[in-house]
């Protein structure tokens, strides 16, 4: 959906989307392809409440780099955030959503891509978890498949940047050397307004609902594709994040996260009562 | 004919069909989708029912809610009949509310309908609560493809149709907004007539009016926000409205009123609910918005919703008690629809299930 009348926050920027959240901008900052994200203050909200939101998502979203960054979790490089008005401007990642290449693999039969890319989800959501922080929004668009470096074409042109950047900043923790279309898909994380560090006595069922909201997120996405989460959860479970002898990237932690996950899900099934 | 009795209403309403005219072939105005072309006309004859108030401070049983169901359907269904100008002979097919719902009201209407079936010698639909509202609601607002809001006392989701089936794509991960409503008013001693969500809402409404009069902004007693991508929790809300917020009403030196109290919990559980449903909505690209369930009559969610809905060119539909209020013309109206695709439920099938989630049914009347 087009809002004709929208300025852009920042010269030479063009509308991208309007979500649900906010605008999404495309444009370019100091010379390299970036997205500015807008998150609009909503009239149907009270004041306080609108005003609180948007600042605790904006600073979550800002703050997603550097902490994804400590852990090897590719996320989009910020360059510039404005809370007041709710604006984070950040690098754009040449690739398409996982939503796309899931849907696309499974459409062209290619089980092989579709295991590979569910696999690099299950990885990635481990490390996050793993580090103690919770997404808050693990759907399947708001995970980008990196188009392979050099050679790959960027989503929005401009692919150098980009790419140079990526490979600074996922640490070597996966990314294959000159990786291919065909080898093992690199992954990185959008969209951390919702994201947060899990107060350590919520850990589990902040897990346990971050996977869970992962899982209807696929359900309802990929309800063709149940092969996908399955692999997704097995790659979760045997993620090397989950070395640790204790504390939150423990085998332990983890189990004591999927049988919360089995809680969470049943508390679902509950909750289909009457009325 | 349909009958309904999953919560506390139980309702008997006949649904006619009738096949577009050879001569219009275009009759319905709205010329939407290839679905909506052509296609005849279903009218609501007769729409009887019955709602069983349960005693102040407690909310309804089972058995008593049972109780009341029994008594009154087969007054209901002779009433549906006589008001539409019918006889048994004239049914096509029966159709019930399986599930989802309480057990004993839900199987006392089960044994109504397939009473009537057999005297009929008709056979029986089985039919999803949640079904019955979209399809009514879809039936009365031109046959569109709305984002649905399904919130009452025991559900909150929210719905889209997708690949033959309609889709949970968010909902609420503990407790129903209608649950959540109905124990805070239990808790500050709102009362249930004539429903403990109306009650809050005027009482918000009362709050609000105070303050623009005085020209004050409203105070927003703090309550957890909880959005978890397309889901929501609400357990929070209600431990912390009840524990301090019962106690900042009660203590003699804070400003805490209940209509303050009142004014918070629908502001922020009614800003998630909105949240959630635009999401969907970016999401689904749909353009409309249907609310139904008890807790869709609140005028401030109307409101709200109405608010989010023109940012975005949208409509909202609501408010309208033919597919907003549990009845039994909406069990015949989703139930028609699976008729004319030729479902019917063989009479060992017509056991009820009080868990049945909306994304089990097949909606083979939408493929």
């Known amino acids: ?275 | 004919m349909g009958i309904e009795g999953s919560a506390n209403k139980v309702g008997v309403g006949l649904v006619r069909y009738t096949p577009p005219s050879e001569s219009s072939s275009s009759s319905d105005g709205d010329g939407g989708s290839g679905e909506s072309r052509g296609r005849g006309t279903y009218e609501t004859l007769s729409n009887p029912r019955k709602t069983y108030i349960s005693p102040a401070g407690q909310g309804f049983l089972p058995r008593e809610t049972a109780w009341h169901h029994q008594k009154h359907v087969p007054a209901l269904a002779k009433l549906a009949l006589e008001e539409a100008g019918l006889s048994l002979g004239d049914l096509d097919a029966v159709c019930f509310t399986q599930g989802p719902g309480m057990g004993a009201p839900l199987q006392s209407c089960a044994i109504a309908a397939r009473t009537i079936a057999q005297l009929a010698g008709v056979p029986m639909v089985a039919v999803n609560h949640c079904v019955g509202h979209i399809e009514m609601g879809r039936a009365v607002t031109g046959w569109g493809d709305p984002v649905v809001l399904y919130v009452s006392g025991g559900n909150t989701q929210v719905i889209c149709y997708m690949a033959g089936r309609y889709r949970i794509f968010g909902e609420t991960i503990d407790i129903a907004v209608g649950n959540c409503l109905d124990r805070f008013a239990r808790a500050v001693g709102l009362p249930n007539d004539p429903a403990p969500g109306y009650n809050i809402e005027v009482a918000a409404r009362k709050y609000a009016a105070e303050c623009a009069a005085a020209g004050t902004e409203p105070e927003l007693f703090p309550l957890p926000y909880s959005v978890k991508g397309m889901d929501m929790s609400l357990g929070g809300i209600l431990s912390q409205l009840t524990r301090d917020g019962v106690k900042a009403m009660k203590d003699p030196d804070s400003p805490v009123t209940v209509e303050q109290l009142c004014y918070a919990l629908q502001e922020t559980v009614f800003a998630m609910l909105i949240e959630v449903t635009e999401r969907a909505m970016a999401h689904s690209g749909a353009k409309d918005i249907l609310i139904v369930g008890g807790v869709g009559c609140n005028k401030h969610l109307q409101h709200m919703m109405g608010v989010m809905c023109s940012e975005r060119g949208g409509r909202v539909f609501g408010m309208d008690s033919r597919f907003a209020i549990d009845n039994g013309a909406m069990i015949a109206q989703a139930g028609i629809l699976a008729f004319q695709h030729g479902t019917t439920t063989p009479m060992e099938a017509t056991t009820v299930t009080q868990r049945f989630r909306t994304d089990t049914v097949d909606a083979i009347w939408r493929q």
């Open chain 1, 1 to 275: 959906m087009t809002t004709p009348d929208a300025a852009p926050p920042l010269p030479g920027f063009s509308l991208g989307a309007q979500g649900a959240e906010g605008r999404i901008w495309y444009g370019e900052y100091l010379g390299r392809p970036a997205v500015a994200k807008e998150r609009f203050s909503k009239a149907y909200r009270h004041r306080k409440l609108d005003e609180m939101l948007t600042k605790q998502r904006t600073v979550a979203e800002a703050r997603a780099f550097h902490r994804m960054g400590d852990i090897g979790v590719r996320a989009p490089k910020v360059y510039l955030t404005d809370v007041a008005s709710g604006l984070v401007v950040m690098e754009r990642l040449p690739g398409v959503t996982a939503r796309q290449a899931i849907i696309e693999a499974h459409a062209a039969g290619d089980a092989t891509r579709v295991e590979a890319v569910a696999r690099a989800i299950g990885d990635m959501v481990a490390r996050v978890h793993a580090a103690g922080f919770v997404h808050g929004d693990l759907t399947t668009s708001n995970m980008i498949v990196l188009a392979p470096e050099g050679g790959g074409e960027a989503a929005g042109g401009g692919s150098g940047a980009a790419a140079a950047a990526a490979g600074e900043a996922a640490a070597a923790a996966e990314a294959p050397p000159g990786g291919s279309a065909s080898g093992a898909p690199r992954l990185a994380l959008i969209d951390f307004g919702l994201s947060q560090r899990a107060k350590a006595s919520q850990l589990l069922e902040e897990r346990g609902v971050d996977l869970y909201v992962m899982e209807r997120a696929f359900t309802s996405t990929h309800a063709t594709c149940p092969e996908a989460f399955d692999a997704t959860m097995e790659a979760y479970a045997g993620s090397g994040a989950w070395s640790a002898a204790k504390g939150p990237a423990s085998a332990q932690s983890r189990d004591g996260t999927l049988s919360h996950l089995q809680r969470v899900r049943a508390r679902g099934r509950k909750r289909m009562a009457f009325g």
